[in-house]
């Protein structure tokens, strides 16, 4: 398996970077399987996905990622569990809010896609 932090970090720069930019292209990197469960509320497939993703009640968006780690998920494929935090500056308020994230990379030939993908607000 390559580096498994290269590929986190390569995923996740490129997951937060789409979706601050253009959330709606994020499509790639779920297929009819993935889940979200975005919040407690469990979203299936990869246009439900999306469509949660793209009409979520902000115009700007900028993730800063403060820790990344990554674990091999199955002894068998080269798939891998990401689990970030950070902060989320939406639209122009000056009050960033902390965030967790969690993916299950399956590989899909030279690429990944995201099988499960756990997102959470931290409030404290």
Avoid: C
Avoid at 64 to 82: C, E, G, H, N, R
């Amino acid at each position: 398996m390559a580096d498994i932090n290269s590929i986190a970090k390569q995923f996740t720069d490129f997951y937060y970077n789409t979706f601050d930019v253009n959330r709606a292209n994020l499509s790639s990197l779920y297929r009819e399987s993935s889940m979200l469960t975005f919040e407690g509320i469990p979203i299936q497939g990869a246009a439900a996905i999306i469509e949660k993703l793209t009409t979520l009640p902000f115009q700007k968006v900028q993730h800063k990622v403060t820790t990344l780690d990554a674990q091999p998920s199955s002894p068998t494929i080269a798939s891998l569990v990401v689990s970030v935090t950070g902060l989320l500056l939406v639209d122009d308020s000056p009050n960033p809010l902390q965030f967790s994230q969690v993916f299950q990379l399956i590989p899909d030939g030279a690429s990944y896609y995201v099988l499960n993908d756990i997102f959470r607000l931290n409030y404290g």
